[in-house]
């Protein structure tokens, strides 16, 4: 078992840097013709080149949490403390995620429960675990928005963020956090990405001490808590 795991782990990691690095080269293609590099293009040809760049950006992030999984159980990706503040932290995650709320017409309230408390935290691993958490809330919420909470002190952080969305199962609680599961979608089409977000989330709690849990209301919605350590 231990040797088919490892096989898995070395064909994901080549197989993610095998295709990240053409596709990276077709989208730096598709914005020089979008740019005119080449000469002149019509309206159509800008509104096809677009969607070939938007769905190669869609690729690209498939692609690049696949190979962030691969990375992390694979022992490569190591913490990196320092001094920082995790309200920042949030406000930056949230800032990137924003956009796409809107677009929804969903809010995103944010409640600072107290005052700054700077911290030896790694940086990005928690930026990526409040951005995936945050942007699977937006997700798989159609109406209403994202309450998020967050409380510092003197040995930590935690973090509430709560949605008024589908909710899940309770008897899929237990599968959200494994690696290419996709929830149900409760409409006809599915959902986009594939699968890796929870997964990406649960290694990267794991890796700065944390704990992670989840509940759930069908049709209610869903609250995740994070809990995170202050780093030596």
Known sequence: LRKAYNIQREFLNNVTHEVRTP????QGYVQMLLEGTMGPISAEQNAI???VLASSDHLLSIVSGVLEIARTRSGTIQLQPKVCDPYLILDKAVGSIAPQATKKGLYINIDRLNRKYAGIYDEQKLLTILTNL???AVKFTEKGGIDIKMSCNRYGIEVIISDTGFGIEPEKLNVIFDEFVQL????KHKPTGFGVGLAIVATMVEMVKGELTVSSV???GTAFTLHAPKLE
Do not use: C, E
């Open 23 to 26: 596709l990276t080269a077709v």
């Open 134 to 136: 945050i942007t699977n």
């Open 218 to 220: 069908v049709n209610a």
């Open 184 to 187: 149900d979608y409760p409409k």
């Open 49 to 51: 080149l677009r969607k």
